[in-house]
T-cell receptor
Framework: DQQVKQNSPSLSVQEGRISILNCDYTNSMFDYFLWYKKYPAEGPTFLISISSIKDKNEDGRFTVFLNKSAKHLSLHIVPSQPGDSAVYFCAASARTSGSRLTFGEGTQLTVNP | DSGVTQTPKHLITATGQRVTLRCSPRSGDLSVYWYQQSLDQGLQFLIHYYNGEERAKGNILERFSAQQFPDLHSELNLSSLELGDSALYFC??????????FGPGTRLTVL
C-alpha cells in the first residue's frame, strides 16, 4: 500500500527554468509534509516542509504547495541550477502517530546547463 | 553535514551472520529513527526511539532489533542475515515533531 506516490521517476529541465516535482498521498491522517534531496552515496538532505494548516511555504528558490482536498503537493524550484540535479523524495508524517516518515519513490531531477 | 554520524560506512558479510550498525544523533536530538533503502524499494521506516524508549515500529523484521542508549546513540542489530537484507540503512534524528536529519548511511552487502 503505497501511501505516498511520486509518479514521475525522472524529470529533465533546462538551467534557469522552473522544476516542478509532484507528489500525491492517500492517507488523510498525514499532517506534515517534507521534501528531501539525495545525492548518490549520501543520506537524504532536508529541503523544505509544510504543515497541513498551510497551503504554501517558501524558502529561497524552493516553494512547496499543498492542496489538501486533492491530497497533492508539489515542489517548485526557480530558477533551476545544475547543482540541483539529484533524487528528490517527498515524505509525509502523521504527528499523532509518532512522526515516522512515509516516503515516496523519488524523482530523479536532471538540470541541464 | 547533518550532524548525524553512522558507522561503519560499508559492511560486507555472509549470510547467517550478525552485524551491528551504529548511529549518533545530532546534539540535543532525543529521537532516533532507522530506515532501510533497498534497490527495489524506497526508504522504509523501521523503528523510532525517543530518549531511550521505543516509540514506533514499522516494517522491521523479527531478526532485526534496535536500542537507544543513555547517551542517546542507537544501534541496529541485524541477525541471521539473508541476501535480501542487502541495503542502505539510514539513521535520522530530530525533535519529536520536527524535520528529521539523516546520516550518511551504512551500505550493507550480504554475500
Amino acid at each position: 500500500d503505497q501511501q505516498v506516490k511520486q509518479n514521475s521517476p525522472s524529470l529533465s529541465v533546462q538551467e534557469g527554468r522552473i522544476s516542478i516535482l509532484n507528489c500525491d498521498y492517500t492517507n488523510s491522517m498525514f499532517d506534515y509534509f517534507l521534501w528531501y534531496k539525495k545525492y548518490p552515496a549520501e543520506g537524504p538532505t532536508f529541503l523544505i516542509s509544510i504543515s497541513s494548516i498551510k497551503d504554501k511555504n517558501e524558502d529561497g528558490r524552493f516553494t512547496v504547495f499543498l492542496n489538501k482536498s486533492a491530497k497533492h503537493l508539489s515542489l517548485h524550484i526557480v530558477p533551476s541550477q545544475p547543482g540541483d540535479s539529484a533524487v528528490y523524495f517527498c515524505a509525509a508524517s502523521a504527528r499523532t502517530s509518532g512522526s515516522r516518515l512515509t516516503f515516496g519513490e523519488g524523482t530523479q531531477l536532471t538540470v541541464n546547463p | 553535514d547533518s550532524g548525524v554520524t553512522q558507522t561503519p560506512k560499508h559492511l560486507i558479510t555472509a549470510t547467517g551472520q550478525r552485524v551491528t550498525l551504529r548511529c549518533s544523533p545530532r546534539s540535543g536530538d532525543l529521537s532516533v529513527y532507522w530506515y532501510q533503502q533497498s534497490l527495489d524499494q524506497g526508504l522504509q521506516f523501521l523503528i523510532h526511539y525517543y530518549n531511550g524508549e521505543e516509540r514506533a515500529k514499522g516494517n522491521i523484521l523479527e531478526r532485526f532489533s534496535a536500542q537507544q542508549f543513555p547517551d542517546l546513540h542507537s544501534e541496529l542489530n541485524l541477525s541471521s542475515l539473508e541476501l535480501g537484507d542487502s541495503a542502505l540503512y539510514f539513521c535520522a534524528s530530530g525533535r519529536q515533531e520536527d524535520e528529521q536529519f539523516f546520516g550518511p548511511g551504512t551500505r550493507l552487502t550480504v554475500l
